[in-house]
C-alpha cells in the first residue's frame, strides 16, 4: 500500500527494493539501494520525487564519508592494539604498586621487630612512626580498585568499537595503515617497559657491546 | 568491664596487602589472635569451624561479598550476634544504608586510619 503523499510509482520501486533486500539493509547496501533506485527512474518525476532522490543521494554520499573517516581512525587497531596495550599497561601499575607496597611493609614490620630494643620513649616515637607507614599504605588497595575501574571502563569501549567494525563492514577494518618508516624522537618516548616485554640489564649491557 | 583482648579476630580482604596492614594494626592495638580469609565464602567457613569474637570485612569481594557475609552471619544462629565491621572503599550512602539493614555493627571507610580504627572497635567492643 503506497504511503500518503508518495507518487505511486516510486511507491512500486520501493515496493520492489523492499522486496529484494527486506525491511532493513545494511548500511553498505544504501548506495547500491540508491542508484538502484535512480536507474529504474523513468517517465516524468514531480518536484516532490526529485526532492526526496537528492536527499537519499547526500544520504549515501554522508554515510560513505563516514565510513571512510572512521576508518582512517583505525578502529581495528583500537581494538587489537590500544586498548590490550592500555589493560597491560594498568596490570603492570596494579602489580608494581602491589610489589612496592609490600617492601615497605616487609622494612616497617623489621623496625617494629627492633622496638623492644630500644628505650621505652623511642620506641614508643617509632611505633607512632610506623602506623602511619601502615596507614599510608592503603592506598594500594584503593589504586587496585579504581584501575579495576578503568580496565572496565575499557571493556566497555573495546565492545563499542567491535559493534562499530560489525556495523561498517570490512571496508574499515581494512582502512589505511599509517606508515612509520622513521622513528622520530617522541617515537622513541615509549615509558617504562611491560615486565613481560623488559629489556633487562644484561641485554642492554650485550647490545652496548656490540657497538664497540 | 574490660574488653578481652584474647578474642579471635577474623579479617576478610582480597587484597593481601591489605590483611597485612589490618593484622598489623591490631597488633598495635593489643589484638594477636588473628585470622584472614580471602572472601566472603573462605570467612564463613571459617567462622563456622571456629570461635570469634570480632569480624573485620571488605564489602567488594568475590566470590561472596562482604555484604552477602554478613547477611549470612545474621542469619545464623551461632554467629548472629558477632559484632561485624564493615572496611570499605564503598562510601556512597546507599552502601551504608544497606549495610546497617543488614547489621553491620560499625562502618569504615577506606583509607581510614588506626585512631579510626581503634574508635570504632571500642564502639562495638566497649573501651580499651
Known amino acids: 500500500m503506497p504511503a500518503k503523499g508518495i507518487d505511486h510509482d516510486l511507491a512500486l520501486r520501493l515496493e520492489a527494493i523492499r522486496r529484494e533486500h527486506g525491511e532493513s539493509i545494511g548500511v553498505d547496501k544504501v548506495g547500491e539501494v540508491v542508484a538502484a533506485l535512480l536507474e529504474t527512474v523513468t517517465g ?3 518536484a516532490g520525487d526529485l526532492r526526496l532522490y537528492h536527499e537519499l543521494e547526500s544520504l549515501a554520499s554522508y554515510i560513505q564519508s563516514a565510513k571512510s573517516e572512521i576508518a582512517q581512525l583505525r578502529p581495528d587497531e583500537i ?3 590500544f586498548i590490550p596495550s592500555a589493560t597491560d599497561e594498568l596490570d603492570a601499575i596494579v602489580g608494581s604498586t602491589e610489589t612496592a607496597t609490600n617492601n615497605i ?3 616497617a614490620e623489621r623496625l617494629e621487630a627492633l622496638s623492644p630494643m630500644l628505650d621505652p620513649e623511642v620506641a614508643e616515637r617509632m611505633t607512632e612512626i610506623i602506623t602511619t607507614i601502615y596507614e599510608s599504605c592503603n592506598f594500594q588497595d584503593l589504586t587496585g580498585q579504581r584501575i579495576t575501574k578503568v580496565v572496565k571502563v575499557l571493556k566497555v569501549i573495546e565492545e563499542r568499537v567491535d ?3 560489525k556495523v561498517f563492514g570490512a571496508q574499515v577494518e581494512e582502512g589505511p595503515k599509517a606508515a612509520k618508516e622513521v ?4 617515537d622513541l618516548l615509549n ?4 615486565p613481560t616485554s623488559a629489556t633487562d640489564q644484561a641485554e642492554i649491557d650485550r647490545l652496548m ?3 664497540d | 568491664m574490660a574488653v578481652d583482648k584474647n578474642i579471635n579476630v577474623l579479617i576478610v580482604d582480597d587484597y593481601k596487602t591489605m590483611l597485612r596492614i589490618v593484622r598489623n594494626l591490631l597488633k598495635q592495638l593489643g589484638f594477636n589472635n588473628v585470622d584472614e580469609a580471602t572472601d566472603g565464602s573462605m570467612a564463613l567457613q571459617m567462622l563456622r569451624v571456629g570461635n570469634y569474637g570480632l569480624i573485620i570485612s571488605d564489602w567488594n569481594m568475590e566470590p561472596m561479598t562482604g555484604l552477602q557475609l554478613l547477611r549470612e552471619v545474621r542469619s545464623d544462629a551461632k554467629l548472629k550476634d558477632t559484632p561485624f565491621i564493615m572496611v570499605t572503599a564503598e562510601s556512597k ?6 549495610a546497617k539493614e543488614a547489621g553491620v555493627s560499625n562502618y569504615i571507610v577506606k583509607p581510614f586510619n588506626a585512631e579510626t580504627l581503634k574508635t570504632k572497635m571500642s564502639s562495638v567492643l566497649g573501651d580499651f
Not at chain 1, 183 to 186: A, I, K, N, V, Y
Not at chain 2, 93 to 98: D, L
Request: hydrophobic share 40%; net charge negative; glycine share 4%.
Open chain 1, 44 to 46: 516524468d518525476i514531480s
Open chain 1, 79 to 81: 581494538r587489537s592494539d
Open chain 1, 105 to 107: 611493609l616487609d622494612a
Open chain 1, 163 to 165: 559493534t562499530l567494525v
Open chain 1, 183 to 186: 622513528l622520530s624522537d617522541e
Open chain 1, 191 to 194: 615509558g617504562p617497559q611491560l
Open chain 1, 209 to 211: 657491546a656490540s657497538f
Open chain 2, 93 to 98: 550512602s546507599e552502601n551504608v544504608v544497606a
